[in-house]
């Protein structure tokens, strides 16, 4: 157990719903990143927030946004889903803001009809 | 443009053997790499990092071994065992002190046979 939590498990929508994914990071940890991992694909770095602050963008859409909260929770928000959007998305958290070292959640199953 | 690369999408190895699984990067910025693993419905978890100033680093059955020259880094997992099956991502980033993301590679999914 990494100590990272993100809710819910499973999503399942349709195409032009919203939807918003939660994560809180380890006891501590001041940074939270979110990733998407696509079908076959690699972790691909969406945003991260340092204390309530963005900190880096990474490829994360205009359709998709999220904040951290003053508890640090984080949370990503995802507009006008698409098919492609159908994905694992991962919340991770660190101590600081190097981002190395990262403590994963077991990640979000969205899947989009 | 991936910045990280690992060209083998999987790897079979047979109990008590050496599992090597390899990893390039282009970007000679990297200053700090990593390895995660991570399990069928899990998250990815930490496994060892190595610093630029260093070539190899080693922990219990795992050794990563960096080559700045050639912008290339290996794990070494002996003996590997079936508990090992999992999924090895590299990792990358511009330091290990300030901020800089991390770029994750693919993946390496590794069996190893009992």
């Known amino acids: 157990d990494s100590g990272v939590t993100q809710t819910p498990k499973h999503l399942i929508t349709a195409t032009g719903q919203r939807v918003t994914l939660r994560c809180s990071p380890r006891?501590?940890?001041?940074?939270v990143y979110w990733y998407q991992q696509s079908l076959d694909q690699g972790l691909q770095f969406l945003i991260q927030?340092?204390?309530?602050?963005?900190?880096a963008k990474g490829n994360i859409l205009e359709r998709f946004s999220a904040q951290q909260f003053p508890d640090l929770h984080s949370e990503l928000n995802l507009s006008s889903l698409e098919l492609g959007d159908s994905a694992l998305y991962f919340c991770?958290?660190?101590?600081?803001?190097?981002?190395?070292?990262?403590?994963f959640g077991p990640g979000t199953r969205l899947t989009v009809l | 443009d991936q910045q990280v690369k690992q060209n083998s999408p999987s790897l079979s190895v047979q109990e008590g053997r050496i599992s090597i699984l390899n990893c390039d990067y282009t970007?000679?910025?990297?200053?700090?790499f990593l390895w995660y693993k991570k399990y069928p419905a899990e998250g990815p978890t930490f496994l060892i990092s190595?610093?630029?100033?260093?070539d190899k680093n080693e922990d219990g059955r795992f050794t990563v071994f960096l080559n700045k020259s050639a912008k290339h880094l290996s794990l070494h997992i002996v003996p590997s065992q079936p508990g090992d099956s999992a999924v090895y991502f590299c990792?990358?980033?511009?330091?290990?002190?300030?901020?800089?993301?991390?770029?994750f590679g693919p993946g390496t999914s590794l069996s190893v046979i009992p």
């Open positions: 190595i610093s630029s100033i260093k």
């Open positions: 991770a958290s660190s101590v600081g803001v190097a981002g190395n070292e990262q403590f």
């Open positions: 970007n000679s910025m990297f200053d700090y």
């Open positions: 927030y340092y204390n309530g602050e963005e900190r």
């Open positions: 006891s501590g940890d001041l940074s």
């Open positions: 990792a990358a980033s511009g330091s290990k002190t300030s901020y800089d993301k991390v770029i």
